[in-house]
C-alpha cells in the first residue's frame, strides 16, 4: 500500500527563518498529495495539495512544489511566525479509493521569539 | 465551511465496556471516515464508508465496527474496549471525486482504564 514519510519528528526555529518540512511518499499510483495542519487541541485542516507535477502550490505563505521524480511533495515557508506554531502532517490520497488518505508520522514546529 | 459534528468529546471508560463514538456531518458528503491518531503514528484509518447502510474497513480495523444508518451519521463502536484503544479519535467527512479534501471533526479524546 501506500505510506509517506515525514523525517522531522520536531523542528524548532525562531521567528522569522525559513522552515523547510520533508515528505516523501510510495504509491504505485499517481500522486494526490496533501498537507494537513493542526494546531494544539484542534482538528486537522487542509492546509494545501497538488497533482501537477514541478507546479508551486501556495497557502497561507506555505507552499510546496510536487516532485514526481524523486516522490518528494516539502513544505516551506520563507519567514516562519509564532502563530505556525502546529503539527504538520504530509498525506496521501489514493484516487481509486475514496479519497481515504494515508497520512505520515507529522512533524511538530516549535517556533520560538 | 464544512461542519464535522462529534461527540462525546472526551471519554472514560472501562475495560472491556462497551464505547460508541458518534459523527454527524451536514456538509451532503458522501463520504465518511474514522481516523486514529497516537503520537508518532500520525492518523490511522479505522473504518470508512461511501454510501448509506454500507461501512468498510480501513487500515486498523480490528476492535473497532462502524455504522453509517444516514448520510449524516457515522459511528464507531468499540464493543470491548482495551488499554490499546487509548486515543484520540477523528470523524472526517469528505465529497465524492478525486483529490478533494477531508473535513475533520474536533476529535473525541478516549481513555480506557
Known amino acids: 500500500g501506500d505510506s509517506v514519510t515525514q523525517t522531522e519528528g520536531l523542528v524548532t526555529l525562531t521567528k522569522g527563518l525559513p522552515v523547510m518540512l520533508n515528505c516523501t511518499y510510495q504509491t504505485t499510483y499517481s500522486p494526490f498529495p496533501f498537507w494537513y495542519v493542526q494546531h494544539l487541541n484542534e482538528a486537522p485542516k487542509l492546509l494545501l495539495k497538488s497533482s501537477t507535477d514541478n507546479k508551486r502550490t501556495e497557502h497561507q505563505g506555505f507552499y510546496a512544489t510536487l516532485h514526481k521524480s524523486s516522490s518528494s511533495f516539502h513544505l516551506q515557508k520563507s519567514s516562519v511566525q509564532l502563530s505556525d506554531s502546529a503539527l504538520y502532517f504530509c498525506a496521501l490520497s489514493d484516487p481509486g479509493s475514496f479519497n481515504k488518505l494515508t497520512f505520515g508520522a507529522g512533524t511538530r514546529l516549535a517556533v520560538c521569539p | 465551511e464544512a461542519a464535522v459534528t462529534q461527540s462525546p468529546r472526551s471519554k472514560v471508560a472501562v475495560t472491556g465496556g462497551k464505547v460508541t463514538l458518534s459523527c454527524h456531518q451536514t456538509?451532503?458528503?458522501?463520504?465518511m471516515y474514522w481516523y486514529r491518531q497516537d503520537t508518532g503514528h500520525g492518523l490511522r484509518l479505522i473504518h470508512y464508508s461511501y454510501v448509506a447502510d454500507s461501512t468498510e474497513k480501513g487500515d486498523i480495523p480490528d476492535g473497532y465496527k462502524a455504522s453509517r444508518p444516514s448520510q449524516e451519521n457515522f459511528s464507531l463502536i468499540l464493543e470491548l474496549a482495551s488499554l490499546s484503544q487509548t486515543a484520540v479519535y477523528f470523524c472526517?467527512?469528505?465529497?465524492?471525486?478525486?483529490?478533494?479534501?477531508?473535513?475533520f471533526g474536533a476529535g473525541t479524546r478516549l481513555s480506557v482504564l
Open positions: 472526517a467527512s469528505s465529497d465524492w471525486g478525486a483529490q478533494n479534501t477531508l473535513y
Open positions: 456538509n451532503n458528503h458522501d463520504y
